[in-house]
């Protein structure tokens, strides 16, 4: 009988150290995801989304990609703002989107600077028939570039999708996209950016 209770005890002890060490890892797992995967500005992307019909997380993944979500973030090449935005982009955009003497330090502002970046993606996509890794390579590359590599069967068999990119850090780019718009879609999709704690 003695017997049976050890072996109930080391069963309980067992289980409350697994439970334990599940928790811990969860935890661990839930802080990386944080981390890797920050998700701020959520009412104003999801705004700016659905204005300019474009996936919440796609933009989010563009967003982590070009800033991680870093409102003054400043390029050596000049882009600014949470969404990386040239401002020679930002001048031809806002003359698109009927601006009026627009003020460039607003590019600072994440309002500001997502709704010209979604729009430019809307933009992108509606210029390439709506293929989103093709709208991310030219947010990176160029929309000059892409065509030309659509046009090039070095890159492209049929026109209309690239089967290769000749630039290292666009391929990648997209890449990071393509993963990141998956990871944003579970994170939106079941809310877990409410709980975050960074």
């Not at 919440?56 to 973030?73: G, Q």
């Not at 309002?111 to 990176?140: H, K, P, S």
């Not at 049929?158 to 000749?166: A, F, K, M, Q, R």
Request: aromatic share 16%; proline share 3%.
């Amino acid at each position: 009988m003695f017997g049976i209770f050890k072996f109930i005890w080391r069963l309980i002890k067992f289980m409350i150290g697994l439970a334990i060490w599940c928790a811990v890892f969860l935890f661990a797992g839930y802080i990386v995801l944080c981390i890797a995967f920050p998700v701020k500005y959520v009412d104003i992307i999801e705004k700016n989304s659905k204005k300019y019909d474009l996936d919440p997380a796609y933009v989010c993944a563009v967003i982590n990609t070009e800033s991680r979500f870093t409102e003054t973030a400043r390029s050596h090449k000049g882009a600014r703002g949470i969404m990386q935005i040239m401002p020679e982009t930002a001048e031809w955009a806002v003359k698109n989107m009927g601006y009026e003497n627009f003020d460039f330090r607003r590019l600072d502002e994440p309002e500001t600077n997502i709704d010209i970046g979604c729009w430019i993606l809307r933009f992108l996509m509606d210029r390439f028939g709506g293929d989103q890794r093709l709208a991310a390579a030219a947010y990176n590359a160029g929309i000059g570039n892409v065509q030309k590599w659509l046009e090039s069967t070095e890159y492209s068999f049929n026109g209309e999708s690239l089967h290769s990119i000749p630039y290292d850090e666009t391929q990648r780019y997209v890449r990071k996209i393509d993963l990141y718009t998956k990871i944003y879609s579970i994170i939106l999709g079941i809310d877990l950016y409410e709980i975050q704690i960074f």
